[in-house]
Protein backbone atom coordinates (compact mmCIF):
# COMPACT_ATOMS: atom_id res chain seq x y z
CA UNK A 1 0.00 0.00 0.00
CA UNK A 2 1.36 3.44 -0.86
CA UNK A 3 -0.20 5.04 2.15
CA UNK A 4 -0.59 4.13 5.56
CA UNK A 5 -1.84 6.62 8.03
CA UNK A 6 -0.15 4.79 11.41
CA UNK A 7 3.40 5.36 12.41
CA UNK A 8 5.64 2.42 13.57
CA UNK A 9 5.11 2.97 17.19
CA UNK A 10 1.47 3.79 16.58
CA UNK A 11 1.34 -0.03 15.29
CA UNK A 12 3.65 -1.43 17.70
CA UNK A 13 1.65 0.14 20.65
CA UNK A 14 -1.81 -1.18 18.91
CA UNK A 15 0.05 -4.55 18.07
CA UNK A 16 0.59 -4.90 22.21
CA UNK A 17 -2.53 -3.65 23.71
CA UNK A 18 -4.29 -7.08 21.94
CA UNK A 19 -1.41 -9.32 22.76
CA UNK A 20 0.04 -10.05 18.94
CA UNK A 21 3.12 -9.62 18.10
CA UNK A 22 3.19 -8.25 14.53
CA UNK A 23 0.63 -7.87 12.19
CA UNK A 24 1.69 -11.16 10.21
CA UNK A 25 0.13 -13.25 13.10
CA UNK A 26 -3.33 -11.26 13.10
CA UNK A 27 -3.54 -13.60 9.82
CA UNK A 28 -2.28 -16.71 10.83
CA UNK A 29 -5.60 -18.92 11.21
CA UNK A 30 -5.50 -18.65 6.86
CA UNK A 31 -3.68 -21.23 4.73
CA UNK A 32 -0.77 -19.61 3.50
CA UNK A 33 -1.95 -20.73 -0.12
CA UNK A 34 -5.38 -18.64 0.56
CA UNK A 35 -3.19 -15.18 0.99
CA UNK A 36 -2.28 -13.27 -1.98
CA UNK A 37 1.43 -13.40 -2.89
CA UNK A 38 1.44 -9.94 -4.28
CA UNK A 39 -0.74 -6.98 -4.98
CA UNK A 40 1.11 -6.08 -8.15
CA UNK A 41 -2.00 -5.49 -10.55
CA UNK A 42 -1.61 -5.67 -13.88
CA UNK A 43 -1.44 -2.30 -16.48
CA UNK A 44 -4.79 -0.70 -17.50
CA UNK A 45 -6.52 -1.77 -20.25
CA UNK A 46 -8.81 0.11 -23.17
CA UNK A 47 -12.49 -0.92 -22.72
CA UNK A 48 -12.83 -2.76 -25.96
CA UNK A 49 -9.93 -5.01 -24.51
CA UNK A 50 -11.66 -5.32 -21.15
CA UNK A 51 -14.97 -6.18 -22.62
CA UNK A 52 -12.84 -9.15 -25.06
CA UNK A 53 -11.53 -10.19 -21.75
CA UNK A 54 -14.73 -10.84 -19.90
CA UNK A 55 -16.43 -12.40 -22.73
CA UNK A 56 -13.52 -14.71 -23.33
CA UNK A 57 -13.76 -15.31 -19.53
CA UNK A 58 -17.63 -15.89 -19.30
CA UNK A 59 -17.19 -17.77 -22.26
CA UNK A 60 -15.58 -21.02 -20.32
CA UNK A 61 -18.98 -20.99 -18.06
CA UNK A 62 -20.86 -24.49 -19.05
CA UNK A 63 -24.37 -22.16 -19.48
CA UNK A 64 -26.68 -24.60 -21.50
CA UNK A 65 -26.43 -27.22 -18.96
CA UNK A 66 -29.98 -28.20 -18.51
CA UNK A 67 -29.87 -28.02 -14.43
CA UNK A 68 -31.14 -30.39 -11.74
CA UNK A 69 -29.26 -29.34 -9.35
CA UNK A 70 -30.77 -28.33 -5.83
CA UNK A 71 -29.28 -28.10 -2.02
CA UNK A 72 -30.93 -25.13 -1.47
CA UNK A 73 -30.52 -23.45 -4.54
CA UNK A 74 -32.70 -23.77 -7.33
CA UNK A 75 -33.44 -22.72 -10.91
CA UNK A 76 -37.17 -21.29 -11.25
CA UNK A 77 -38.81 -19.56 -13.61
CA UNK A 78 -38.93 -15.77 -13.04
CA UNK A 79 -41.47 -13.98 -14.39
CA UNK A 80 -39.67 -11.09 -16.79
CA UNK A 81 -42.54 -8.37 -14.70
CA UNK A 82 -39.58 -8.96 -11.22
CA UNK A 83 -36.80 -8.00 -13.44
CA UNK A 84 -38.49 -4.85 -14.84
CA UNK A 85 -39.86 -3.50 -11.24
CA UNK A 86 -37.30 -4.34 -9.22
CA UNK A 87 -34.76 -2.72 -12.11
CA UNK A 88 -36.70 0.84 -11.72
CA UNK A 89 -34.18 3.58 -10.70
CA UNK A 90 -36.35 4.59 -7.78
CA UNK A 91 -35.06 1.02 -5.99
CA UNK A 92 -31.42 0.06 -7.65
CA UNK A 93 -30.28 3.57 -6.43
CA UNK A 94 -31.63 3.38 -3.00
CA UNK A 95 -29.54 2.08 0.33
CA UNK A 96 -30.72 2.05 3.81
CA UNK A 97 -34.11 4.14 4.60
CA UNK A 98 -32.90 5.79 7.67
CA UNK A 99 -34.76 9.04 6.76
CA UNK A 100 -38.30 7.94 6.59
CA UNK A 101 -40.00 11.14 5.17
CA UNK A 102 -37.62 10.52 2.22
CA UNK A 103 -37.94 6.84 1.83
CA UNK A 104 -41.80 5.77 2.14
CA UNK A 105 -41.08 3.43 -1.30
CA UNK A 106 -38.73 1.90 -0.21
CA UNK A 107 -40.20 1.89 3.71
CA UNK A 108 -43.71 0.77 1.66
CA UNK A 109 -41.82 -2.04 -0.16
CA UNK A 110 -40.11 -3.78 2.92
CA UNK A 111 -43.47 -3.72 4.42
CA UNK A 112 -44.98 -5.71 1.64
CA UNK A 113 -41.87 -8.02 1.74
CA UNK A 114 -42.77 -8.59 5.74
CA UNK A 115 -46.55 -9.39 5.11
CA UNK A 116 -45.38 -11.60 2.50
CA UNK A 117 -43.10 -13.65 4.58
CA UNK A 118 -45.23 -13.82 7.67
CA UNK A 119 -48.52 -15.47 5.16
CA UNK A 120 -46.21 -17.80 3.54
CA UNK A 121 -44.86 -19.06 6.96
CA UNK A 122 -48.25 -18.45 8.60
CA UNK A 123 -46.23 -16.64 11.22
CA UNK A 124 -47.15 -13.09 13.04
CA UNK A 125 -44.01 -11.18 12.63
CA UNK A 126 -41.15 -10.92 9.76
CA UNK A 127 -38.03 -8.62 9.56
CA UNK A 128 -36.69 -6.88 6.92
CA UNK A 129 -34.37 -9.53 5.50
CA UNK A 130 -30.81 -11.10 6.46
CA UNK A 131 -27.97 -12.06 4.52
CA UNK A 132 -29.23 -15.30 3.54
CA UNK A 133 -30.82 -18.76 4.71
CA UNK A 134 -27.38 -19.88 6.51
CA UNK A 135 -26.91 -16.55 8.58
CA UNK A 136 -30.64 -16.87 9.00
CA UNK A 137 -30.61 -19.92 10.42
CA UNK A 138 -27.39 -18.79 13.02
CA UNK A 139 -29.64 -15.68 14.15
CA UNK A 140 -32.42 -17.81 15.39
CA UNK A 141 -30.59 -20.08 17.63
CA UNK A 142 -28.88 -16.80 18.86
CA UNK A 143 -32.38 -15.30 19.12
CA UNK A 144 -34.32 -18.46 20.70
CA UNK A 145 -30.64 -18.79 23.70
CA UNK A 146 -31.66 -15.23 24.19
CA UNK A 147 -34.83 -15.90 24.79
CA UNK A 148 -34.70 -18.81 26.87
CA UNK A 149 -30.93 -17.88 28.98
CA UNK A 150 -30.04 -21.55 27.69
CA UNK A 151 -27.37 -22.35 25.87
CA UNK A 152 -27.68 -25.99 24.34
CA UNK A 153 -29.08 -26.47 20.80
CA UNK A 154 -30.46 -29.64 19.16
CA UNK A 155 -30.27 -29.65 15.45
CA UNK A 156 -31.19 -32.71 13.46
CA UNK A 157 -28.44 -33.69 10.33
CA UNK A 158 -31.27 -33.51 8.15
CA UNK A 159 -30.59 -29.63 8.01
CA UNK A 160 -28.41 -28.12 5.66
CA UNK A 161 -24.58 -29.15 5.96
CA UNK A 162 -23.94 -25.52 4.87
CA UNK A 163 -25.83 -24.10 7.30
CA UNK A 164 -24.98 -26.08 10.04
CA UNK A 165 -21.17 -25.26 8.69
CA UNK A 166 -22.00 -21.65 9.57
CA UNK A 167 -23.54 -22.09 12.38
CA UNK A 168 -20.93 -23.77 13.96
CA UNK A 169 -18.31 -21.26 12.75
CA UNK A 170 -20.07 -18.12 13.96
CA UNK A 171 -20.25 -19.71 17.18
CA UNK A 172 -17.36 -21.02 17.74
CA UNK A 173 -16.19 -18.78 20.44
CA UNK A 174 -19.30 -19.03 22.20
CA UNK A 175 -20.54 -21.27 25.14
CA UNK A 176 -23.23 -23.08 23.26
CA UNK A 177 -23.56 -26.91 23.61
CA UNK A 178 -24.33 -28.79 20.39
CA UNK A 179 -25.90 -31.69 20.22
CA UNK A 180 -26.96 -33.17 16.11
CA UNK A 181 -29.37 -36.04 15.82
CA UNK A 182 -29.58 -38.36 13.17
CA UNK A 183 -31.89 -38.92 10.09
CA UNK A 184 -33.59 -42.30 10.40
CA UNK A 185 -35.36 -43.21 6.57
CA UNK A 186 -34.39 -39.86 5.49
CA UNK A 187 -36.64 -38.34 8.70
CA UNK A 188 -35.38 -36.53 11.95
CA UNK A 189 -35.32 -39.34 14.59
CA UNK A 190 -37.59 -38.83 16.98
CA UNK A 191 -36.07 -40.95 19.77
CA UNK A 192 -32.48 -39.48 19.51
CA UNK A 193 -34.02 -35.95 19.84
CA UNK A 194 -36.42 -36.34 22.77
CA UNK A 195 -33.35 -38.30 24.76
CA UNK A 196 -31.76 -35.37 24.58
CA UNK A 197 -34.00 -32.72 25.32
CA UNK A 198 -34.32 -31.20 28.66
CA UNK A 199 -34.35 -28.12 30.72
CA UNK A 200 -30.91 -26.81 29.15
CA UNK A 201 -32.06 -26.99 25.60
CA UNK A 202 -32.47 -23.47 23.71
CA UNK A 203 -34.08 -25.38 20.87
CA UNK A 204 -34.45 -27.73 18.16
CA UNK A 205 -33.48 -26.89 14.85
CA UNK A 206 -35.23 -29.01 11.77
CA UNK A 207 -35.87 -28.21 8.32
CA UNK A 208 -38.82 -28.90 5.63
CA UNK A 209 -38.24 -30.13 3.02
CA UNK A 210 -34.58 -31.44 4.69
CA UNK A 211 -31.23 -31.67 2.70
CA UNK A 212 -32.11 -35.24 1.50
CA UNK A 213 -35.40 -34.18 0.32
CA UNK A 214 -37.50 -35.29 2.27
CA UNK A 215 -40.78 -34.07 3.86
CA UNK A 216 -41.66 -34.45 8.07
CA UNK A 217 -44.32 -32.96 9.70
CA UNK A 218 -42.66 -31.75 12.96
CA UNK A 219 -45.81 -30.91 15.08
CA UNK A 220 -44.86 -33.75 17.75
CA UNK A 221 -41.74 -32.82 18.20
CA UNK A 222 -42.37 -29.49 18.42
CA UNK A 223 -45.65 -30.39 21.12
CA UNK A 224 -42.90 -32.19 23.30
CA UNK A 225 -39.82 -29.34 23.04
CA UNK A 226 -42.43 -26.83 24.00
CA UNK A 227 -43.42 -28.81 27.03
CA UNK A 228 -40.22 -28.06 28.61
CA UNK A 229 -39.99 -24.91 27.13
CA UNK A 230 -37.45 -25.29 24.15
CA UNK A 231 -38.08 -23.18 21.55
CA UNK A 232 -38.45 -24.91 17.59
CA UNK A 233 -36.66 -23.74 14.67
CA UNK A 234 -37.72 -24.48 11.51
CA UNK A 235 -35.42 -23.72 8.19
CA UNK A 236 -38.02 -24.16 5.17
CA UNK A 237 -38.54 -23.68 1.54
CA UNK A 238 -40.58 -21.04 1.20
CA UNK A 239 -41.94 -22.26 -2.89
CA UNK A 240 -42.93 -25.36 -1.46
CA UNK A 241 -45.27 -24.11 0.90
CA UNK A 242 -47.57 -23.30 -1.61
CA UNK A 243 -48.37 -27.39 -1.17
CA UNK A 244 -46.68 -28.46 2.50
CA UNK A 245 -47.78 -27.89 5.93
CA UNK A 246 -46.43 -24.39 7.06
CA UNK A 247 -43.89 -23.54 10.14
CA UNK A 248 -47.08 -21.81 11.69
CA UNK A 249 -49.35 -24.78 11.18
CA UNK A 250 -46.53 -26.89 12.90
CA UNK A 251 -46.58 -24.21 15.95
CA UNK A 252 -42.65 -23.48 15.28
CA UNK A 253 -41.37 -20.07 16.90
CA UNK A 254 -39.13 -19.44 14.27
CA UNK A 255 -39.02 -19.71 10.37
CA UNK A 256 -36.35 -18.96 8.37
CA UNK A 257 -34.84 -19.70 5.23
CA UNK A 258 -33.38 -19.05 1.60
CA UNK A 259 -35.40 -16.74 -0.27
CA UNK A 260 -33.35 -17.67 -3.52
CA UNK A 261 -36.81 -19.41 -4.77
CA UNK A 262 -39.13 -16.61 -4.74
CA UNK A 263 -37.64 -14.65 -8.16
CA UNK A 264 -34.03 -14.50 -7.23
CA UNK A 265 -31.41 -15.99 -10.07
CA UNK A 266 -28.58 -18.60 -9.02
CA UNK A 267 -26.28 -15.99 -10.22
CA UNK A 268 -23.18 -18.25 -9.44
CA UNK A 269 -24.04 -18.14 -5.86
CA UNK A 270 -25.42 -14.57 -4.68
CA UNK A 271 -26.39 -12.34 -3.58
CA UNK A 272 -29.11 -14.10 -1.92
CA UNK A 273 -32.01 -13.23 0.88
CA UNK A 274 -32.05 -14.92 4.03
CA UNK A 275 -35.78 -14.69 5.54
CA UNK A 276 -36.46 -14.69 9.35
CA UNK A 277 -40.62 -14.91 11.00
CA UNK A 278 -41.92 -15.38 14.51
CA UNK A 279 -44.49 -15.60 16.86
CA UNK A 280 -44.94 -12.52 18.59
CA UNK A 281 -43.85 -13.33 22.11
CA UNK A 282 -39.84 -12.86 20.54
CA UNK A 283 -40.56 -9.88 18.45
CA UNK A 284 -38.44 -7.88 20.62
CA UNK A 285 -35.71 -10.53 20.44
CA UNK A 286 -35.94 -10.40 16.87
CA UNK A 287 -32.65 -9.25 14.65
CA UNK A 288 -31.90 -6.68 12.49
CA UNK A 289 -34.89 -3.97 11.93
CA UNK A 290 -38.72 -4.07 11.33
CA UNK A 291 -40.59 -1.53 9.00
CA UNK A 292 -44.07 -0.71 10.60
CA UNK A 293 -47.26 1.27 9.08
CA UNK A 294 -48.33 3.88 10.83
CA UNK A 295 -49.94 7.50 10.23
CA UNK A 296 -48.92 10.85 10.06
CA UNK A 297 -50.40 14.04 11.79
CA UNK A 298 -53.01 14.53 9.18
CA UNK A 299 -54.01 11.26 9.03
CA UNK A 300 -52.10 9.88 6.04
CA UNK A 301 -50.94 5.93 5.59
CA UNK A 302 -46.75 5.98 6.11
CA UNK A 303 -44.48 3.76 6.81
CA UNK A 304 -40.97 3.74 9.57
CA UNK A 305 -38.47 1.70 10.85
CA UNK A 306 -40.39 0.18 14.29
CA UNK A 307 -37.65 -1.96 15.62
CA UNK A 308 -33.84 -1.10 15.47
CA UNK A 309 -32.09 -3.36 17.17
CA UNK A 310 -29.09 -3.93 15.36
CA UNK A 311 -25.77 -2.68 16.47
CA UNK A 312 -25.58 0.56 14.31
CA UNK A 313 -28.41 1.59 16.19
CA UNK A 314 -28.02 1.18 19.69
CA UNK A 315 -24.80 0.49 21.74
CA UNK A 316 -22.79 -3.03 20.34
CA UNK A 317 -23.30 -5.03 23.50
CA UNK A 318 -26.90 -4.56 23.34
CA UNK A 319 -27.71 -5.05 19.76
CA UNK A 320 -29.20 -8.45 18.91
CA UNK A 321 -26.78 -8.84 15.88
CA UNK A 322 -23.60 -7.48 14.39
CA UNK A 323 -24.09 -9.55 10.97
CA UNK A 324 -27.77 -8.57 10.41
CA UNK A 325 -27.86 -5.76 7.09
CA UNK A 326 -30.90 -6.52 5.62
CA UNK A 327 -30.73 -7.41 1.46
CA UNK A 328 -33.62 -5.05 0.14
CA UNK A 329 -32.96 -5.43 -3.39
CA UNK A 330 -33.64 -8.97 -2.96
CA UNK A 331 -36.34 -8.70 -0.92
CA UNK A 332 -38.10 -6.43 -3.01
CA UNK A 333 -37.69 -9.40 -5.72
CA UNK A 334 -39.00 -11.78 -3.55
CA UNK A 335 -42.33 -9.58 -2.86
CA UNK A 336 -42.60 -8.37 -6.42
CA UNK A 337 -42.35 -12.52 -7.45
CA UNK A 338 -45.21 -13.55 -4.58
CA UNK A 339 -47.64 -10.75 -5.73
CA UNK A 340 -47.51 -11.45 -9.05
CA UNK A 341 -47.93 -15.21 -8.44
CA UNK A 342 -50.39 -14.29 -5.45
CA UNK A 343 -51.93 -17.49 -3.42
CA UNK A 344 -53.17 -19.55 -6.49
CA UNK A 345 -50.04 -19.16 -8.52
CA UNK A 346 -47.87 -20.47 -5.46
CA UNK A 347 -49.92 -23.38 -5.39
CA UNK A 348 -49.93 -23.78 -8.48
CA UNK A 349 -46.01 -23.57 -8.96
CA UNK A 350 -45.72 -25.81 -5.73
CA UNK A 351 -47.78 -28.48 -7.28
CA UNK A 352 -45.94 -28.37 -10.63
CA UNK A 353 -42.42 -28.72 -9.23
CA UNK A 354 -43.98 -31.73 -6.94
CA UNK A 355 -45.81 -33.24 -10.18
CA UNK A 356 -43.02 -33.17 -11.94
CA UNK A 357 -40.32 -34.59 -9.97
CA UNK A 358 -42.48 -38.05 -9.13
CA UNK A 359 -42.68 -38.22 -12.88
CA UNK A 360 -38.36 -37.56 -12.87
CA UNK A 361 -38.99 -40.55 -10.01
CA UNK A 362 -40.50 -42.42 -11.83
CA UNK A 363 -38.91 -42.54 -14.87
CA UNK A 364 -35.19 -42.76 -13.44
CA UNK A 365 -36.40 -45.85 -11.36
CA UNK A 366 -37.17 -48.00 -14.22
CA UNK A 367 -33.06 -47.27 -14.80
CA UNK A 368 -30.47 -50.90 -14.25
CA UNK A 369 -27.95 -49.18 -11.66
CA UNK A 370 -30.93 -46.42 -10.29
CA UNK A 371 -32.15 -46.92 -6.90
CA UNK A 372 -34.65 -44.13 -5.58
CA UNK A 373 -34.74 -43.77 -2.22
CA UNK A 374 -38.71 -43.60 -0.93
CA UNK A 375 -38.70 -44.35 2.47
CA UNK A 376 -40.34 -40.54 2.88
CA UNK A 377 -42.57 -38.61 0.99
CA UNK A 378 -40.56 -35.80 -0.96
CA UNK A 379 -41.87 -32.00 -2.60
CA UNK A 380 -39.07 -31.57 -5.53
CA UNK A 381 -36.09 -33.24 -4.99
CA UNK A 382 -35.10 -36.71 -4.21
CA UNK A 383 -31.79 -38.72 -3.38
CA UNK A 384 -30.73 -41.72 -5.84
CA UNK A 385 -28.18 -44.31 -5.35
CA UNK A 386 -26.35 -45.44 -8.18
CA UNK A 387 -23.75 -48.04 -9.09
CA UNK A 388 -21.27 -46.11 -10.00
CA UNK A 389 -19.56 -43.00 -8.14
CA UNK A 390 -21.71 -39.87 -8.37
CA UNK A 391 -18.67 -37.42 -9.33
CA UNK A 392 -17.96 -39.59 -12.29
CA UNK A 393 -21.49 -39.63 -13.26
CA UNK A 394 -21.70 -36.09 -12.78
CA UNK A 395 -18.92 -34.93 -14.42
CA UNK A 396 -19.83 -37.46 -18.10
CA UNK A 397 -23.05 -36.14 -17.94
CA UNK A 398 -22.00 -32.61 -18.11
CA UNK A 399 -19.78 -33.60 -21.18
CA UNK A 400 -23.81 -34.45 -22.51
CA UNK A 401 -25.41 -31.27 -21.34
CA UNK A 402 -26.57 -32.20 -18.24
CA UNK A 403 -25.99 -30.76 -14.54
CA UNK A 404 -26.76 -33.76 -13.23
CA UNK A 405 -27.43 -32.84 -9.71
CA UNK A 406 -25.32 -33.03 -6.15
CA UNK A 407 -22.89 -35.64 -5.59
CA UNK A 408 -23.64 -36.04 -1.97
CA UNK A 409 -20.54 -37.78 -1.35
CA UNK A 410 -18.69 -34.53 -1.62
CA UNK A 411 -20.62 -33.44 1.92
CA UNK A 412 -21.11 -37.36 4.15
CA UNK A 413 -18.65 -39.90 3.92
CA UNK A 414 -20.03 -43.03 2.42
CA UNK A 415 -22.05 -41.49 0.13
CA UNK A 416 -20.08 -41.74 -2.96
CA UNK A 417 -23.17 -43.47 -4.78
CA UNK A 418 -25.62 -40.79 -3.80
CA UNK A 419 -27.13 -38.46 -5.80
CA UNK A 420 -29.49 -35.33 -4.56
CA UNK A 421 -31.54 -34.46 -7.83
CA UNK A 422 -34.01 -31.70 -8.29
CA UNK A 423 -36.96 -30.84 -10.51
CA UNK A 424 -38.30 -28.09 -10.87
CA UNK A 425 -41.58 -26.73 -12.76
CA UNK A 426 -39.22 -25.08 -15.59
CA UNK A 427 -37.91 -28.89 -16.51
CA UNK A 428 -40.29 -30.15 -19.79
CA UNK A 429 -40.90 -33.96 -19.71
CA UNK A 430 -38.90 -34.04 -22.78
CA UNK A 431 -36.01 -32.73 -20.55
CA UNK A 432 -36.44 -35.54 -18.18
CA UNK A 433 -36.94 -37.85 -20.25
CA UNK A 434 -33.70 -37.11 -21.73
CA UNK A 435 -31.93 -36.62 -18.86
CA UNK A 436 -33.04 -40.43 -17.99
CA UNK A 437 -32.04 -41.75 -21.28
CA UNK A 438 -28.53 -40.58 -20.74
CA UNK A 439 -28.01 -41.01 -17.34
CA UNK A 440 -28.97 -44.54 -18.64
CA UNK A 441 -26.28 -44.80 -20.97
CA UNK A 442 -23.46 -43.07 -18.77
CA UNK A 443 -24.33 -46.04 -16.34
CA UNK A 444 -23.97 -48.77 -19.00
CA UNK A 445 -20.52 -47.37 -20.37
Known amino acids: MTYIPHTKEETKEMLDAIGVASIEELFKDIDP ?101 GTALYEAAMMAIRVTGRNKIIMDSGVSLIYRTMLYTYTSNLNIEFVETPVVHGQSSREEIYKHLDEKTAAVIVQNPNFFGAIDDHSDVIKKAHSLGVLAIMSAYPLSLGLLKTPGEMDVDIATGEGQSLGIPLSFGGPYLGFMACKKDFIRKMPGRIVGATTDKDKKRGFVLTLQAREQHIRRERATSNICSNEALCALRASVYVSLLGKEGMVDVAKLNHRKSEFAKDILGRISGVEVKRSSPTFNEFTLVLNKNTDVVVQKMIDKGFAAGFPLGRFYKGMNHYLLVAVTEKRTKEEIEKFAETLEKVLCD
Open 33 to 133: GLRAKSFNIPKGQSESEVIRHMQELASKNATYLTNFIGAGFYDHYIPAAVDAIAGRSEFYTAYTPYQSESSQGWLQSIYEYQSAICELMQLDYANASLYDG
